[in-house]
């Protein structure tokens, strides 16, 4: 009997040459759209927060339908008067272990977890115990943060969060290793935090930069997260990327945007960009997604929030017309 490979997320993500794969971030939710939210103001609801209500049978419709991967943030407080984002609202570890028992194929990947806000040893458990119980689906996304009001609530600098960044990786990879529990300036080798992961390596991805230099990025990640942009901008963070890793002698990891998605009803809808995404049919939308593949990128994660038409019959358009076309 031959024996299998070892799992690896990122080859559900990586695309063969010249194409490009999709995944959804969550929440799976169209409460961004101009209906959605004048309906939330009407009924004295926060903006931001969405509507979880078909979560389930969005999710599976997610991973039966083709797509590469589902996405989820970190947002442990919700701050509506200086960002009015939730997020994806769960825990991201709860979530894991949640879709991880109903999806089977889509990679799962987290966009990002705020490391310094936690303790290492529990990120590195938390991570192994999703990876394990998807069969090796977790792409484990990594961040320093962005929102300053949660360090002072956990009683943690904000600028100490570089250094503790570097640290929470090396911690992790040198338990993923099996060179025993880290600590003081060595490891304790007779201990060991269960279960192991299934992939020989939980990919880590990092999104920004971590307030990080570009050749420990390289060194460190298997690949970048980086904010929507024109395919112009991404040619220029990909080349950046791919230059590091090469000089490092490296394979070319993984390079990820998302794009912030109103599909239209009308096919041949032009496109018509606005922050961090656009409006328009799918006939544009290939065209855009095809630059984005020109210029190098390898997964897109697309946020359907501000979508006016149902999140349901978005996917389903987009399995249908778009996944075959890039």
Do not use: C
Not at 71 to 87: S, T
Request: proline share 9%.
């Amino acid at each position: 009997m031959t024996p299998q490979s070892p799992p690896d997320a990122l080859r559900l993500i990586r695309p063969a040459e010249g194409r490009l794969t999709i995944g959804i971030e969550l929440p799976l939710d169209n409460d961004w759209s101009p209906d959605r939210v004048a309906q939330s103001r009407a009924a004295g609801l926060p903006f931001g927060v969405p509507d979880l209500s078909r979560y389930l049978e969005l999710v599976r419709q997610v991973d039966a339908a083709g797509f590469a991967a589902l996405w989820m943030r970190d947002v442990p407080v919700f701050d509506p008067q200086h960002f009015g984002d939730a997020g994806s609202v769960y825990d991201p570890f709860v979530n894991l272990g949640f879709l991880a028992g109903v999806t089977q194929r889509v990679a799962l990947g987290t966009a990002a977890v705020v490391l310094p806000l936690r303790h290492p040893l529990m990120v590195a458990k938390a991570a192994a115990s999703a990876d394990h119980l998807s069969g090796g689906r977790l792409i484990l996304g990594v961040a320093s943060g962005d929102r300053p009001v949660e360090y002072p609530l956990m009683g943690i600098d904000f600028e100490t969060r570089r250094a503790a960044f570097r640290d929470a990786v090396g911690w992790m990879r040198g338990l993923w290793q099996g060179r025993g529990i880290p600590h003081g300036d060595g490891f304790v080798p007779d201990l060991d935090v269960l279960p192991h992961p299934r992939q020989e390596r939980v990919p880590m991805i990092l999104a920004g930069n971590g307030r990080q230099s570009p050749d420990w990025i390289a060194a460190q990640m298997q690949g970048r997260f980086v904010y929507p942009g024109s395919p112009e901008r991404l040619a220029m963070q990909v080349a950046d990327w791919r230059g590091h890793r090469e000089a490092l002698g490296l394979d070319r990891g993984v390079f990820i945007s998302a794009l912030h998605l109103d599909l239209e009803a009308a096919p041949d809808a032009p496109f018509q960009p606005f922050r961090f995404g656009g409006r328009a049919g799918r006939h544009a939308l290939i065209a855009h997604l095809r630059g984005m593949a020109t210029a190098g990128l390898d997964h897109l994660a697309l946020l359907l929030r501000p979508s006016r038409r149902p999140v349901d019959e978005v996917l389903d358009e987009l399995a249908q017309h778009v996944l075959p076309a890039i």
